[in-house]
C-alpha cells in the first residue's frame, strides 16, 4: 500500500502540471521548424524552488518505486516509473527520464494496463521529440493515438494530433502536417473551451504552407493564432508567431512587412527578458536589412545579437555564436546571403573585437550615413 507521502507528492505533482510546469513539451507548442530543431532539448533556468519542489517530488516517488518492487507490486512500479521518468526530463535528464519511462511502458504492457501504457506513450513522444529522435517520437504517439482514440479521450486525440503535426513538419511532410493539425483544429473548435490547443494548430497549418510555399496561406493562419494567443495572453507564443509572420513575409517582395512583425516580437522577447528569443529577432532584424543591401546596418544588428549571446553563454567563442547567422539565414531561405554576411561579421569581429563602432562596420562596408539602431524603420 503506498504512502500518504506518496499521494501528497502526487498531488503537488499534478498541481505543478495543471500549471504547465511539469510540461515536457509546452500545449501550445509554437514554434517554427527552424526554431524547433534550434530550441530543441534546451531547458530554461527554472526558479529554485520549482527545482526543489521537483526534485522533493523525485526522492519520494523513488522511495515508492522501491517499496514497490520489493512487494512485486506491478502497478504501483508503473506509476512510480511514469512520474519519475516525467520529473527527469522535466529537469533536462533525458536519457534518465526515457530510460524510467521505458521501463514503465514494458511493466504496463506486461499488466495490460492500457491507460497507463497512453500515458506512457505520450510523455515517451515528447522526449523522444525534445531529444531530436523524430521518427521514434512519431511512432509512439501514433500508438498513444490509437489508444485515446479507443478510449474516446477528444482532448488527448487533439493534443497528439497536434503534436504528430509538429512533428512532421520538423521532417519536412508538410502534407502529413496538415491532415494532422487540420483534424486537431476541428475537434478543439468543436469543443469550443481550448484556446491553447486551437492556437497551437493554426501555427502549425501556418508552418505547414510556408514550407509548401504558400506565404500568404501562412500568414493568413499564423494572424488566426495570434488573435488567440493575444486574448489569453501568451505573451512568448505571440511572439514566436510574429516571428513566422515575419518569415513568411520574408518570402514576398518586398520583405518590409516582416520588419514590423518582428521589431513586435523584439519587444515581446525584451519584456519577458528572453535573451536567446531577443536575440534571435536581432539576426531576423539584420537578415532583412542584409538582403535589402543595407549591410552595415545588418551586420551592427547580428553584432548586437552576438554580444547578447555572449552573456548567455560565456564559454562559446565568438565564431560559434556567429554560426548561429547561418542558422538563421537557412531558416529563411537565404542561404548564400547567409554564408556573406557570417563570412563579413567573423572578419569585423576578428578585427575590431565584439563591440565595433558603427564608423568602423560602415567603413568596413564601404558605405556613408547615419544608422539608428534604437528602433526598426
Known sequence: MQSVLYHKAESQFERLQEKGECAVIPLSGCLTMSHKHELRGRQGIQPQ?????????????????????????????????????????????????????????????????????????????????????????????????????????AISVARILNRIGQICNSMGQPERALMCCRQALKMYQDMGNAPNGESTALQSIGEAHLQLERPRAAIAFFEQALVISRKIGNRSAQATTLEDIGAAYI????????????????????????????????????????????????????????????????????ERLLHNLVIVYESLGLSDLGIKCYEQALEIVKNFGTHPCEEAIRQYCGEEGDMELDGVE
Open 49 to 153: 524552488s520549482r527545482q526543489e519542489q521537483l526534485q522533493a517530488a523525485l526522492k519520494t516517488f523513488q522511495h515508492a518505486l522501491a517499496r514497490a518492487e520489493a512487494s512485486n507490486n506491478y502497478t504501483a512500479q508503473v506509476e512510480s516509473l511514469k512520474l519519475i521518468g516525467l520529473i527527469h526530463c522535466k529537469l533536462g535528464q533525458y536519457a534518465w527520464g526515457i530510460k524510467c519511462l521505458e521501463q514503465g511502458l514494458r511493466y504496463a504492457k506486461a499488466i495490460k494496463n492500457r491507460a497507463n501504457i497512453g500515458i506512457i506513450l505520450n510523455y515517451l513522444g515528447a522526449a523522444y521529440y525534445q531529444t531530436g529522435q523524430d521518427r521514434k517520437a512519431l511512432w509512439v504517439y501514433s500508438q498513444a493515438l490509437t489508444i485515446f482514440t479507443d478510449a474516446n479521450d
Open 251 to 318: 518570402k514576398l517582395n518586398p520583405p518590409i512587412r516582416a520588419l514590423e512583425s518582428y521589431q513586435q516580437a523584439l519587444e515581446i522577447r525584451r519584456q519577458i527578458d528572453d535573451k536567446s528569443g531577443e536575440a534571435r529577432n536581432l539576426n531576423y532584424i539584420g537578415a532583412v536589412y542584409y538582403k535589402l543591401g543595407k549591410y552595415s546596418r545588418a551586420l551592427c544588428y547580428h553584432l548586437q545579437a552576438l554580444g547578447i549571446l555572449k552573456t548567455v553563454n560565456h564559454t562559446a567563442g565568438s
